[in-house]
């Protein structure tokens, strides 16, 4: 029927798209490539696919119709669809369509009525109840511990779905949602759980309103008022040091590789000091920091797990420091690479082990660098930070490694 095609020639991308609200058909008609002989042109061969996509409908099989659909409208689909149905069967059939896509994309369901989780859940066959008891038995407990990232673009608390195990998640949607960015923590009990889902994001779909906030941890952003006044006030050591900085790896030409280089010392040193002006460090003791930053890394030659190399990099300070050299330094440079268990245990006073806490979470902080916030070995594993600063820093770090050189 003509008067479901919409067309719009100004969108390169979606140019021509038909929808039906009754069957709740989409078509972005672009997608199907017709040749000469049968082109997308012709009004004949576009009512043919329109019409296979019905006859797909009619017969209940809308996997391959939802892939076909925007995100932003698939769970609104399936809530009408929902809605409508009145065999069991059939609902228990839409669920499974919205526990398969649900984890693919944001779907906007903050959008949707408030009964939207509440319908879902009661539609549920009793072999799809058995598998969510399943997952959350693998929880111990009645709550669940649970964490979510949010921003001003992000849906208010009480209306939000979804919500992760892992704290790592929770940064990495922060870190992407908008201005404002924040870390809620919560508890919910399993009996709000409308479903667990496998996957790397531990995604755990909450009836909207029943995550009990226990603490919202605002996030620093490189303008915060928190970053600018340390920055500034850090700068003339920052300044002298990532000097210090340009001339090591200058000699070091050639010989250094990945993501350990001269970048990666000056946003540590960065970093560092802003966080150690945030913990009430002395100058002094940023000057050592400082120190440290610059020559951490500077006996490295890759970026493989090297233990060895702090113990190199000190060695290298200590021949060009002389008897200039700083005891308290030598440790930092020394320890920052091997396990806090041991490290700890090497230091000669508490301000060398709270400096060496600032120099590893510094550190730590700059593998945003090498991808999504708790993806993999070789990226930030928010647990690991040692102070609440740094927690609070893990924003305004991805931020402020654009503009650092």
């Not at 969108?11 to 021509?16: A, D």
């Not at 809308?62 to 769970?75: D, V």
């Not at 208010?156 to 892992?166: F, R, T, V």
């Amino acid at each position: 029927p003509a008067t479901r095609i919409f067309y719009a020639p100004l969108l390169t991308c979606t140019p021509m798209v038909y929808f039906n609200p009754e069957t709740y058909v989409w078509l972005n008609l672009m997608i199907f490539p017709g040749d000469s002989k049968d082109s997308l042109n012709n009004p004949e061969s576009i009512f043919r696919v329109i019409q296979n996509a019905e006859g797909i409908a009619k017969q209940g099989k809308w996997e391959s119709l939802l892939f076909a659909m925007p995100s932003a409208i698939q769970m609104e689909v399936l809530y009408r669809m929902m809605t409508r149905a009145a065999d069991e069967n059939r609902r228990a059939d839409i669920y499974a369509l919205f526990k398969a896509y649900y984890p693919l994309g944001d779907f906007f369901t903050w959008m949707l009525p408030d009964d939207f989780a509440l319908k879902f859940m009661a539609a549920k066959s009793e072999a799809q109840k058995e598998e969510t008891r399943k997952a959350l038995d693998s929880i111990n407990g009645d709550v669940i511990r649970v964490y979510r990232g949010a921003a001003d673009k992000s849906a208010a608390p009480e209306k939000a779905l979804s919500w992760s195990k892992d704290i790592n998640i929770a940064y990495m949607f922060a870190l992407k949602a908008g201005k404002h960015p924040k870390i809620l923590i919560g508890d919910v009990r399993k009996e709000s759980v409308l479903e667990c889902f496998d996957g790397k994001e531990k995604e755990i779909a909450v009836i909207p309103g029943s995550v009990n906030i226990k603490k919202v941890e605002n996030l620093y952003d490189e303008d915060s008022p928190e970053v600018v006044n340390s920055a500034k006030a850090v700068a003339p050591i920052f300044a002298k040091a990532k000097a210090e900085i340009q001339k090591l790896y200058a000699d070091k030409a050639g010989r250094e590789e990945g993501g350990h280089d001269m970048a990666h010392s000056v946003r540590v040193l960065a970093f560092a000091l802003i966080l150690g002006y945030l913990e009430g460090l002395s100058g002094t003791q940023l000057r050592k920091l400082a120190q440290a930053a610059a020559y951490h890394d500077v006996g490295r030659d890759d970026d493989s797990s090297d233990y060895g190399h702090g113990e190199r990099s000190a060695k290298i300070y200590k021949k060009a420091k002389s008897f200039r050299a700083d005891s308290s330094v030598a440790y930092l440079i020394r320890c920052h690479c091997i396990p806090d268990s041991k490290a700890l245990d090497m230091a000669a006073c508490e301000m060398d082990k709270k400096l060496l806490c600032v120099l590893k979470d510094a550190d730590a902080l700059d593998r945003l660098h090498f991808g999504p916030v708790g993806y993999g070995d070789d990226t930030l594993d928010v647990l690991q930070l040692r102070l609440e600063h740094s927690k609070k820093f893990v924003y305004a770090a991805r931020k402020l490694q654009r503009g650092l050189l």
